[in-house]
């Protein structure tokens, strides 16, 4: 399953984004460090379900009337301040916490009524823009710390004569998370000596930094938008390379606790929601502000920020196995009853393999089940495919 997770300085709203947007009871306060241990729950990314193709809805727990909700893990982290890869506020802690994360959600305070460190200022004295590169800069600060502490050991392989350097940095950057491959390409694009003994400090740093960006990429989550200074979020995107969405945390826990309540009609990432409930005068006022800031910003921006994470920068899509091509179900009758998020270009054998490894090592062959045609083996897979697995460990 793929992992995001929630990274910022402390009271920003990341417990009030994971609450929201996992619906689990976690503390959530106006003071620094409300999370000391990590906080791990399931979420979803939103996209279109194939039902729709379909003339009647296939009755998945996790499709809305069309809309599919495709699980992933959701990790809120504590709360991090300027110097957190020296360990201070327990930085280090909190940054190991992050080593198998797959996309990170930087949540900053627009409105700037939170100072570097976490604590309420007068609202607009901070900027937001500040804290847009912390989160970034003490990540690749702690990777290095981490290359730097284990060189020694780089340099005590190095006397063996079967010594590769390219093989000795993946053993030792694998285990922050990177792949074979993730190591592989980022070595490609650097220009570092063979010997690990004329490696230089800004070297190493170098190769964190680099490693960091491909296995730990960013969205920048601009939280409490309703709140931010006029201009601030136009800083916020022209300030940053990185995705930045408009959010409000505290608007979208509302409207799903309303919605558990049945007071409104809404599903997460609905651009707009319908009252349908009984509401006090206060209650429908406080309702309509939420409307008015969704208008503004096109929703909530917590499901489009995790959607930008997943199926944006992670560059993913959604597939759908079934056993059955013709009616789209499994076994038991289920109409489309998984979902797969696999990476852009992913062919009907990395489908196989995502089901179960025996499936993957039995594949013959694979049936689009939209078109009833038989696909090649190196054929890429679409956003919404749905795919029949031909294979010997089949049923």
């Known amino acids: 399953m793929i992992t995001v997770a929630l990274a910022g300085k402390p009271n920003a709203g990341k417990s009030t984004f994971y609450t929201a947007?996992?619906?689990?009871?976690?503390?959530?306060?106006?003071?620094?460090?409300?999370?000391?241990?990590?906080?791990r729950g399931v979420t979803h990314v939103r996209t279109e379900c194939p039902c729709l193709d379909r003339e009647e809805r296939c009755g998945n727990e996790n499709c809305h009337d069309g809309k599919r909700y495709v699980p992933i893990e959701l990790l809120d982290v504590a709360g991090l301040v300027p110097g957190a890869h020296e360990g201070k506020g327990l930085g280090n802690q909190f940054l190991d916490e992050l080593t198998n994360a797959d996309v990170i959600l930087n949540v900053v305070d627009a409105s700037g009524a939170t100072n570097a460190e976490g604590e309420p200022v007068e609202p607009g004295s901070h900027d937001p823009l500040d804290d847009v590169d912390f989160i970034e800069e003490e990540m690749d600060l702690w990777l290095a710390g981490i290359v730097d502490r284990n060189w020694e050991g780089v340099e005590?392989?190095?006397?063996?004569?079967?010594?590769?350097?390219?093989?000795?940095?993946?053993?030792?950057?694998?285990?922050?998370?990177?792949?074979?491959?993730?190591?592989?390409?980022?070595?490609?694009?650097?220009?570092?000596?063979?010997?690990?003994?004329?490696?230089?400090?800004?070297?190493?740093?170098?190769?964190?930094?680099?490693?960091?960006?491909?296995?730990?990429?960013?969205?920048?989550?601009?939280?409490?938008?309703?709140?931010?200074?006029?201009?601030?979020?136009?800083?916020?995107?022209?300030?940053?390379?990185?995705?930045?969405?408009?959010?409000?945390?505290?608007?979208?826990l509302a409207l799903r606790r309303a919605a558990e309540a049945g007071v409104v009609e809404y599903d997460p990432g609905d651009a707009e929601f319908e009252i349908t409930g009984d509401v006090s005068d206060a209650q429908r006022s406080g309702l309509e502000s939420i409307r008015e800031v969704m208008a503004g910003v096109g929703g909530t921006g917590v499901q489009t920020a995790l959607n930008e994470a997943v199926y944006d920068l992670l560059d993913r899509i959604?597939?759908?196995?079934?056993?059955?091509?013709?009616?789209?179900?499994?076994?038991?009758?289920?109409?489309?009853?998984?979902?797969?998020?696999?990476?852009?270009?992913?062919?009907?054998?990395?489908?196989?393999?995502?089901?179960?490894?025996?499936?993957?090592?039995?594949?013959?062959?694979?049936?689009?089940?939209?078109?009833?045609?038989?696909?090649?083996?190196?054929?890429?897979?679409?956003?919404?495919?749905?795919?029949?697995?031909v294979s010997t460990a089949g049923p």
């Open 21 to 39: 947007a996992t619906m689990a009871d976690v503390d959530v306060a106006n003071y620094p460090f409300t999370t000391i241990d990590a906080n």
């Open 156 to 252: 005590r392989k190095s006397r063996s004569p079967d010594f590769d350097v390219d093989e000795a940095l993946t053993d030792l950057l694998t285990g922050f998370g990177a792949t074979e491959h993730d190591v592989t390409r980022v070595l490609r694009e650097l220009e570092y000596p063979e010997d690990p003994i004329q490696w230089t400090d800004e070297h190493r740093e170098s190769l964190a930094r680099a490693v960091r960006r491909r296995t730990k990429p960013i969205v920048v989550v601009a939280n409490k938008a309703d709140a931010a200074p006029e201009g601030t979020l136009d800083r916020l995107r022209e300030g940053t390379d990185k995705p930045v969405v408009a959010a409000t945390a505290d608007g979208e």
């Open 318 to 389: 959604t597939v759908y196995p079934v056993q059955d091509a013709a009616k789209w179900t499994d076994a038991k009758g289920n109409v489309l009853p998984d979902a797969f998020l696999l990476r852009s270009g992913a062919t009907p054998k990395d489908l196989a393999y995502a089901v179960h490894t025996d499936i993957g090592e039995g594949y013959l062959h694979a049936v689009d089940a939209k078109s009833s045609r038989r696909i090649g083996e190196s054929h890429e897979l679409s956003e919404g495919d749905v795919i029949k697995i």
